[in-house]
């Protein structure tokens, strides 16, 4: 089959990890798949179904499009699949208006029933998905990674200068300023404790000495690799649920404990007490770093827990073979019509 992925851009992260990342597996399979990056001109945009005619499926990453171009797109693709892992019928967490936003939920419900299938990130985002299309043309393909990528964690260190470890960007740091007492009260329960920041910008903390690591595509899971435990805080709402757990994903892959609030994707993906802790109230947390800085082996443990878990349940090959399943599954439906 020839797909062509509508993108915000080949190097966006989503189009990385949902998409590019498959692409070897697609072609041996025998199917094309082209990335289009979506068009900054209103008349690029109206000549876009006409453009895309030729593929047999257009894949729309994330994008809401209001309801013109999505009746000319319709009109001009043989199939449409949209592929999304946020909850962009929402505004993010820290909108001043809040989260709720017709205007985006009108546009998602419209795009979702004009689909040939969904691709959800996780289970939230497909049963959200459910409410406009047939549960049955709702799958969901976690983001995946490849382990192979990441080095994995020695775990020599002990005590005083155990590294924690958050990655994101300046919009996600947003998080990290909002439990900015709770990073202080954990650092003066583990003196000499690290915070290694791997983002755009960075934090100023009393307590913890910030290790401050501009993000490097070359150097980001080496990164991750050279410090110790995993940190993942999101707050309680449906935008953190539409989360899909990159981060995470990320520190298992390099053999890193987890400690994470139990919001969204991080409870399936955090086994509390096997590869890592969920935690909520300060003292757990505390308890939690802790426990971890002064006990290598346990690391370690939960670490090798971990990164079985992604090899197991978030790998490329894994997303992959999802994926060959929907467009087996869609060739077979247009047969059989």
Known sequence: MQLVALVESPEHVCCRYRLAAFRPFLERAGHSLNFHPWPTSWWARFRLGAELRGAEAVILQRRLVPGWQRTLLRRSLRRLIFDFDDAVFLRDSYAARGIHCERRLRHFAGLVRATDAVVAGNTFLRREAGRYLSPDRVTVIPTCIDPDRYAIAEHTRQGAGVQLIWVGSSSTLKGMETVKPLLEEIGRSVPGLKLKLVCDRFLDLQHVDVIACPWREDREASDIASADIGISWVPDDDWSRGKCGLKVLQYMAAGLPVVANPVGVQVEMVRHGENGFLVETPRQWCEAVRTLARDPELRRRMGEAGRQRVQNDFS?????????????????HQRAA
Request: proline letters at 0%; charged letters at 10%; aromatic letters at 12%.
């Open 316 to 332: 490329v090959a894994y997303g992959a073979a999802k994926w060959l399943a929907l467009l087996d599954s869609l060739s077979s």
